[in-house]
C-alpha cells in the first residue's frame, strides 16, 4: 500500500514548484512561465512550466512530476531484489535555467522521493536530489558562496553530509569523453533512507529551500555585467558539454526517455541555442581558457 | 594473423576519402578542407577532416580511421562468441554534411570493416556501412533520386539487397522518444560476410562510390534556392534531432566514446549551430509541418 508520505512530499513539491517560479519571474523581471500540465497513460502526470526569451533567462524549466506505475522495471530493483516487481510511485522537481548573459551561470536543481509499494507490507521508500552550477566565466567568490549555501544547509544533517554529496556531485556530473566536470559542482545524493523519513524528508526540504539561496545572489551580482559576441559564442560553445552530458550520460534523462516519459519535459534541460566545434581551443590565457581549471573537482569552502 | 583483405579495403577507402573530399570543395567552392591526423595510444590512428564555413557547407567532417586492439571487448564478440578475446582491426570512412541552405538536405554515410584475428586461424571479417538523407524542406523528386541510386547500387547484389538495406535504414536510423526516422533513410548494412569477401568488398566499394551520385545532384539543385529567417530557423530546429539522435541512440556514435576513441573525430558529426525549443509543433498547413509526412518510412521507387 501507499503511504501517507507521498502527499506530504506531494504538497512540499508543488509549493517549492510555486516559490522558485514566482522568485525567477520577480529576478528576470520581463517573461512569465507558462505552465503545461499533462498526464501519463501508465499512471500520473506533472505540470511543466517553461519561461522562454526573457530578460535574464533565455529559457527557464522547472517541472513537477508525479508519476507510478503497476511493476517496477528490473532496473530499479536491481540493488534492492526484495522489492523486484512491486507497484512504484515517484515524485519530484527538477529544473535547469539557461540565462541570456555568458557571466551568468547556468544550474540545474532535482529533489526526488520514490516508494515502492506491496499490499501487506511497509513500503521501501528513499529520496536524491542535489544542485549544481555551471559557470562560462567563473568567478571564485561566487563559487565559494555556492558551495558555502550547500555546506551549511548539509551541516544540521551532520558533518559527513556536505564533503560526501559535494564529492558525489563532481563524480556524477562528469564527462568522461572530455575528462572534464559539468560545471563547478554542488550537491548530489540518491538512495537516501538512513535515520528515517523524518530526517530524509527533512534533508530534501533544505536542498530544495536551499537552491534559491545559493543561485539568486549569483545572478543579481552578474545579470547586468557587460558582454560582447566572444562571450556569447563561448557561452554557446560550452553549452554544447551541456547536451552531451545530458543525451550520453544522465540517467535521469536516459531513464525518461527509455521508460516512455513525456519527452518535452524531460529535454526542456537542453539549451534553447548551441554551437558544436570541431577541435575548439581557446587561446592561453584567455578568460575562456581560464575555465579548463574549474571543470576539475576542488574543495571551495 | 592479419589477412592482405585489410591492405585493399585500406587503400579503397583512403581513396574514397581523397575523391569526396575533392568533390565536396569544388562543390563547396570556397573553403577547404583541414586534415588532422592523429595516432591512437592502443594502435592505429586516422585522418580527421572538417570544412568549415563554406559557401554551401557550413560544415562538413569525414573520417578516415584504422585501429586496432589486442582483445575484442566482451560487447563486440557477444554475437560471435567463437572469436572472444581476439586481436583485432577495424577500418572505416564516415562523414556527416550540415549545409548552409536549409534546403538542401543534410546527409551522413559510412563504409567500415572489421577484422578478427588469432595466430593459426583464418581471420573472421564483416563489412558494414550505408547512407542516409536527412532532408528539412524535402521534395519528391530529390528524396526519388536518392532512393534510385541506392537501389541501381544494390541491384547486381541481389533483389534482395535494396529492400532490405532500405528497410534497416529506416529501423536504424528512428528517434524512439519522437516515434520519427532521422530523416528520409536510404541504405544500412551491418555484420556482412555472405558470399565471400570479394563480392561483399564490391558491395561496400558501390555503397561508398555511389554516396556523391545520390548526393551532390540534390545539392546542385538546391543550393540557391531562397531562404529566410523562418527556414534557418527551422533547421536550426531540426538539427536538435540529429544531436538527440547521435548522442542518444547512435551506436557508432556511443561505442567510439566508451572505448576511448578520439572525442572531436567522433563528434565532428554534431551540428555548428542547433537550437532546441521546448514544445515547438509546426503550424497545421506550412512547410515546415511537411517535414512530419516524411519521417514515417516510405517506399520511394
Same mark, same amino acid.
Request: neutral net charge; aromatic residues 14%; glycine residues 10%.
Given at each position: !500500500?501507499?503511504? #501517507?508520505?507521498?502527499?506530504?512530499?506531494?504538497?512540499?513539491?508543488?509549493?517549492?514548484?510555486?516559490?522558485?517560479c514566482a522568485a525567477?519571474?520577480?529576478?528576470?523581471?520581463?517573461? /512569465?512561465?507558462r505552465e503545461d500540465a499533462w498526464q501519463r497513460d501508465e499512471g500520473g502526470g506533472g505540470r511543466t512550466r517553461v519561461l522562454a526569451d526573457g530578460q535574464v533567462f533565455e529559457q527557464a524549466g522547472i517541472g513537477f512530476s508525479r508519476v507510478r506505475g503497476?511493476?517496477?522495471?528490473?532496473?530499479?530493483?536491481?540493488?534492492?531484489?526484495?522489492?523486484?516487481?512491486?507497484?512504484?510511485?515517484?515524485?519530484?522537481?527538477?529544473?535547469?535555467?539557461?540565462?541570456?548573459?555568458?557571466?551568468?551561470?547556468?544550474?540545474? !536543481?532535482n529533489v526526488r522521493y520514490?516508494?515502492?509499494?506491496?499490499?501487506?507490507?511497509?513500503?521501501?521508500?528513499?529520496?536524491?536530489?542535489?544542485?549544481?552550477?555551471?559557470? $562560462?566565466y567563473p568567478r571564485d567568490e561566487d563559487v565559494r558562496h555556492w558551495h558555502r549555501v550547500a555546506r551549511d544547509l548539509c551541516a544540521p544533517f551532520g558533518e559527513e553530509i556536505y564533503p560526501r554529496c559535494k564529492r558525489w556531485c563532481d563524480e556524477y556530473f562528469y564527462l568522461k569523453h572530455r575528462n572534464e566536470t559539468r560545471g563547478v559542482g554542488g550537491l548530489f545524493?540518491?538512495?537516501?533512507?538512513?535515520? #528515517?523519513?523524518?530526517?530524509?524528508?527533512? $534533508? !530534501?526540504?533544505?536542498? #530544495?529551500?536551499?537552491f534559491l539561496d545559493a543561485y539568486l545572489p549569483i545572478v543579481a551580482l552578474r545579470r547586468d555585467e557587460a558582454?560582447?559576441?566572444?562571450?556569447?559564442?563561448?557561452?554557446?560553445?560550452? /553549452?554544447?558539454?551541456?547536451?552531451?552530458?545530458?543525451?550520453?550520460?544522465?540517467?535521469?534523462?536516459?531513464?525518461?526517455?527509455?521508460?516512455g516519459g513525456r519527452t518535452e519535459s524531460i529535454l526542456m534541460s537542453l539549451p534553447p541555442r548551441v554551437r558544436f566545434e570541431y577541435a575548439y581551443k581557446p587561446a592561453a590565457g584567455t578568460a575562456e581558457a581560464r575555465l579548463a581549471d574549474y571543470l576539475v573537482p576542488r574543495d571551495w569552502v
Amino acid at each position: !500500500m501507499q503511504s #501517507g508520505q507521498i502527499e506530504r512530499v506531494d504538497g512540499f513539491l508543488r509549493a517549492l514548484q510555486d516559490r522558485i517560479c514566482a522568485a525567477i519571474e520577480v529576478a528576470d523581471g520581463a517573461a /512569465r512561465f507558462r505552465e503545461d500540465a499533462w498526464q501519463r497513460d501508465e499512471g500520473g502526470g506533472g505540470r511543466t512550466r517553461v519561461l522562454a526569451d526573457g530578460q535574464v533567462f533565455e529559457q527557464a524549466g522547472i517541472g513537477f512530476s508525479r508519476v507510478r506505475g503497476p511493476r517496477l522495471p528490473p532496473a530499479a530493483s536491481a540493488r534492492r531484489p526484495e522489492i523486484a516487481g512491486r507497484s512504484w510511485t515517484a515524485l519530484g522537481v527538477s529544473l535547469v535555467f539557461h540565462p541570456r548573459n555568458p557571466h551568468v551561470p547556468t544550474t540545474h !536543481m532535482n529533489v526526488r522521493y520514490f516508494e515502492a509499494q506491496a499490499d501487506g507490507e511497509l513500503p521501501v521508500w528513499w529520496f536524491g536530489g542535489g544542485f549544481d552550477l555551471t559557470p $562560462f566565466y567563473p568567478r571564485d567568490e561566487d563559487v565559494r558562496h555556492w558551495h558555502r549555501v550547500a555546506r551549511d544547509l548539509c551541516a544540521p544533517f551532520g558533518e559527513e553530509i556536505y564533503p560526501r554529496c559535494k564529492r558525489w556531485c563532481d563524480e556524477y556530473f562528469y564527462l568522461k569523453h572530455r575528462n572534464e566536470t559539468r560545471g563547478v559542482g554542488g550537491l548530489f545524493f540518491d538512495d537516501l533512507d538512513e535515520g #528515517g523519513f523524518e530526517r530524509c524528508f527533512a $534533508f !530534501m526540504q533544505a536542498v #530544495g529551500n536551499g537552491f534559491l539561496d545559493a543561485y539568486l545572489p549569483i545572478v543579481a551580482l552578474r545579470r547586468d555585467e557587460a558582454y560582447g559576441d566572444t562571450e556569447r559564442e563561448f557561452q554557446l560553445y560550452r /553549452r554544447g558539454r551541456y547536451v552531451e552530458f545530458n543525451l550520453v550520460y544522465d540517467r535521469g534523462t536516459l531513464f525518461g526517455l527509455q521508460s516512455g516519459g513525456r519527452t518535452e519535459s524531460i529535454l526542456m534541460s537542453l539549451p534553447p541555442r548551441v554551437r558544436f566545434e570541431y577541435a575548439y581551443k581557446p587561446a592561453a590565457g584567455t578568460a575562456e581558457a581560464r575555465l579548463a581549471d574549474y571543470l576539475v573537482p576542488r574543495d571551495w569552502v
